[in-house]
């Protein structure tokens, strides 16, 4: 895949690639540095699934709401998320955007509507199902968005919150990172043969579209048509990506070796790596882009670099607070 | 103050609390049907309209996990499901997400939803039409979990969950819709965690919650008549829990009764006598004991049916026997009423 690179071009393509980058760069330095165990929790990387976020960072305003899965840095990151705040609160520091009771799985950002991820696969989707209720009955023109995976199309209440979402046609899009494997079981073995995502949860009575992870544009298109349609009231819209994720489920190594996928198929996808892509289309031709390019990665390497400090420096919560904000207060309510 | 029953004081909060607040909503299965819940949504979506009062998917799950996502954008939802059995399928959302939204994100926001669940006993409700599982959710950190008895504390505790901040399980016994009492006009709530003494004695503290203080108030009167004087403390929240007035009242009568329409394995009645046990060993007289339902799925059949509930004589006996009374007497006094699997006469079922 090639990009052309012109005027009219460049800047949404240096805009992917920032965001590309930095989903990159995080999840790498968290995997850099994971086994210094300072990072006392389980995280699932988003290595090689960075595009689609990216693209999603560039469709969405911030009053949007989102919600996503276990697997939600790059989404967090993503809908402009503080990255300070998500890195402390793997390294479970007070200053963690959870305050060090969530970890990697529970993340939040309420100053851009990122309301939240959740460690149970499928268990967000009605949330979000719930939050675009919300804006319905509030009058506000906020669509939600709903990260998940393919193993959550697996689940029953996948199934109950689509259904909802059309009966009452709420401004949800359902946007399906089908990265073909559910932790170590493939799509095979989980799924018939043969049967799309998307066509199927089009019968439910829905739109749907479905993009390849190496088309960065298609896909971009895919998902501004999307956004615009359930935006001005025409119901939810599911969008399946195929993706790859490079990292083990939970953790930092690579494992292709324990043998549930191939060595060839790996490959393959990182010969497809949408970020190498695009970074070659972007210097093919001119030093100027290279030069526009160093100073992208250099501000990212420098902002990932300070958001390890940040969170290295941070105090850890006092004990006591284990014990606090079981029950919210009445003023919270308000 | 007017007298109404139960149900229909359920009704009034709901009116009142719709009224005070638009970001009130409410749904479930049938609450715009012509039966609404058992009347107590009745007229709702004709006062406040379709969009905030709806009838549901067969969906519990997503349908909780709705009302939280709702929450987050401050839409307070009352949810009503005609059996807490069917809720059952809805324990991730109310476990792993309602529950902990608060605690896991950091306190940043809060999810203000009331369940309304139906429990009951009788009529033939069987194995997965009758249970009693205010145990389980009082188990989880983060619910509250409130089983009112009369029908001011139904009208009083449905707007206290409504305006409650966080996810409350509101449980109505089906054999109490139909009790009537006076209630006040307007916004009465009442607090959650306070339980309230409806018999005061010395002799003896029975704990009860939702129908168990019907009985138990049935089982006190009688006693009265035998020279025992019973202090009866209707729980009305399960969790928090009321302990000042459980420990205030054991301390004086230094004998304690838990009931519980609940199963005996873990129930909240078992959690009762350990605390009491545990803190107030010294003050206690004679061990504490508890009544509560048979670890056994509640069978359909009346035959089956016959002597299973824990009802008024089952109090009253063994009262008697911990004060060493005799009992002799009790079952010929307090017979077991015919049917037995109804509230009373009246009822002609459905239910």
Redesign the interface.
């Known amino acids: 895949m090639v990009y052309a690179v012109n005027n009219s071009s460049i800047e949404n393509l240096l805009d992917l690639f920032y965001h590309m980058y930095r989903i990159r760069t995080v999840e790498e330095e968290i995997a850099r540095r994971y086994s210094e165990g300072k990072m006392r929790c389980p995280v699932h990387l988003s290595t090689g699934q960075e595009a689609i976020p990216s693209i999603f960072a560039l469709t969405i305003t911030k009053g949007d ?1 989102a ?1 996503s899965t276990h697997r939600g840095h790059a989404h967090y990151l993503a809908k402009g998320g503080n990255l300070n705040a998500m890195i402390a609160e793997i390294y479970g520091k007070s200053t ?7 970890g990697s799985m ?1 993340l ?1 950002d ?1 100053n851009v509507n990122f ?2 991820t ?3 696969v499928g ?13 319905k ?2 009058g506000t023109d906020q669509i ?1 968005c709903v990260f998940l995976g393919d193993g959550a199309v697996e689940e ?2 996948f199934y ?2 689509v ?2 979402a059309a ?1 009452k046609k709420l401004p949800v899009l359902f946007i399906c990172e089908n990265n073909l494997y559910s932790v170590y079981s493939d799509l095979s073995v989980r799924q018939p043969k043969g049967r799309s995502i998307a066509k199927m949860v089009e019968a439910m009575g829905i739109d749907m579209s479905f993009g390849n992870d190496n088309d960065i544009l298609a896909n971009q298109q895919l998902m501004k048509k999307a956004v615009s349609n359930v935006r001005s009231g025409n119901g939810p819209h599911f969008l399946e990506f195929s993706t790859y994720r490079w990292r083990e489920h939970c953790g930092h190594n690579f494992d292709n070796d324990i043998g549930y996928r191939s060595q060839d198929e790996f490959l393959e996808w990182q010969v497809k790596d949408s970020l190498k892509l695009l970074e070659s289309s972007l210097t093919k031709d001119g030093s100027d882009t290279t030069t526009k390019l160093s100073s992208i990665k250099e501000k990212i390497d420098s902002e990932v670099a300070a958001a390890f400090e940040f969170a290295e420096a941070s105090p850890f919560p006092n004990q006591s607070e284990a014990y ?7 003023e ?2 308000k | 103050m007017s007298q109404m029953n139960y149900a229909e004081a359920i009704n009034e909060a709901l009116h009142e609390a719709m009224q005070l607040d638009s970001s009130v ?1 409410c749904y479930g299965l049938g609450v715009t049907d012509p039966k609404a819940v058992f009347g107590t949504t009745l007229n709702l979506e004709k006062q406040f309209g379709p ?2 009062v709806f009838d ?2 067969t ?1 519990e ?16 939802s009352v949810m009503t499901h005609q059996r807490i059995d069917f809720f059952l399928l809805a324990m ?2 109310l476990v ?2 309602a529950a902990k ?12 939803i009331t369940i309304r669940l139906i429990i009951g006993r009788g009529w033939g409700q069987g194995p997965t039409h009758s249970q009693n599982l205010q145990a389980w959710f009082s188990h989880i ?2 619910l ?1 979990v409130v089983m009112p008895t009369t029908p001011e504390d139904a009208k009083g505790m449905l707007l206290a969950s409504i ?4 996810p409350v399980i509101f449980l109505e016994h089906r054999w109490l819709h139909n009790s009537i009492g006076e209630v006040l006009d307007g916004d009465i709530r009442v607090p959650l965690g306070k339980a309230k003494i409806i018999k005061s004695g010395k002799d003896i503290t029975l704990v009860a919650m939702s129908y168990m203080s019907i009985e138990a108030i049935h089982a006190a009167d009688y006693l009265e008549r035998q020279g025992i004087s019973c202090e009866v403390i209707d729980l009305r929240t399960i969790k ?1 829990l009321d302990w000042e007035t459980v420990m205030e009242s054991v301390s004086k009568t230094g004998h304690l009764l838990a009931l519980d329409s609940g199963f005996s394995t873990g129930s909240v009645a078992g959690e009762i006598i350990a605390r009491v046990s545990m803190e107030k060993f010294n003050a206690l007289k004679s061990a504490p004991a508890r009544l509560a339902m048979p670890d056994v799925p509640e069978p359909t059949s009346p035959a089956l049916t016959k002597g299973f509930y824990i009802r008024a004589a089952d109090v009253a006996e063994k009262v008697m026997d911990m004060l060493g009374k005799d009992t002799g007497q009790v079952r010929k006094d307090l017979t077991e009423p015919r049917p037995h699997d109804i509230p009373g006469k009246w009822f002609t079922g459905p239910f």
């Open positions: 709401f919600v963690g955007c959870s305050k060090g009771k969530g529970h939040i309420l309301m939240g959740s460690a149970i268990n967000s989707i009605p949330v979000g199902v719930g939050l675009a209720l919300s804006s009955l509030k939600s029953g209440v109950e919150s259904n909802f009966v606090e904000g079981v029950y919210a207060k009445e919270a309510s | 909503i969009e905030r549901m998917p969906s799950n997503a349908m909780t996990g709705v009302a939280i996502g709702a929450a987050l954008n401050g839409i307070k991730d959302q792993n997400g939204w608060h605690y896991m994100f950091g306190s940043q926001n809060c999810v203000p950190p983060g509250k305006f409650d901040p966080n928090p």
